[in-house]
């Protein structure tokens, strides 16, 4: 079964970048969708970023254009570049496995319910 391990979380100052690694020691290919959530200080959990294996690509609108989630084939590790950063994006960012039926829409990958495997989080803390 897949595993992940996050990784690449630390501090910067706003406006900074960070890239964030989810490495797993099953196939991401074996899994529907790879998701990226945070969950920051007082606030609920919240989806950033998807990928499905057939390699689209989602975003929130909070983080639409600032960050931009990808794959290494080779490597089997799910990434989540963090560009022009906030102090609202200060979070453990966790990754996430999801797995359900092709057939169903599109936007079932969006659905945190589709979710059964999480990495333990790696912190992000965006401060001057």
């Known amino acids: 079964q897949v595993q992940l391990v996050e990784s690449g979380g630390g501090l910067v100052q706003p406006g900074g970048s960070l890239r964030l690694s989810c490495a797993a020691s099953?196939?991401?290919?074996?899994?529907?969708?790879m998701g990226w959530y945070r969950q920051g200080p007082g606030k609920q959990r919240e989806l950033v970023a998807v990928?499905?294996?057939?390699?689209?690509?989602y975003a929130a609108d909070s983080v639409k254009g600032r960050f931009t989630i990808s794959r290494d084939n080779a490597k089997n590790t799910v990434y989540l570049q963090l560009n022009s950063l906030k102090a609202e994006d200060t979070a453990v960012y966790y990754c996430?496995?999801?797995?359900?039926?092709?057939?169903?829409?599109?936007?079932?990958?969006?659905?945190?319910?589709?979710?059964?495997?999480w990495g333990q989080g790696t912190q992000v803390t965006v401060s001057s």
């Open positions: 996430a496995a999801a797995k359900y039926r092709e057939a169903l829409p599109g936007a079932t990958c969006l659905m945190t319910s589709m979710y059964y495997i």
């Open positions: 990928i499905t294996s057939g390699g689209s690509t």
């Open positions: 099953g196939s991401i290919f074996s899994v529907n969708a």
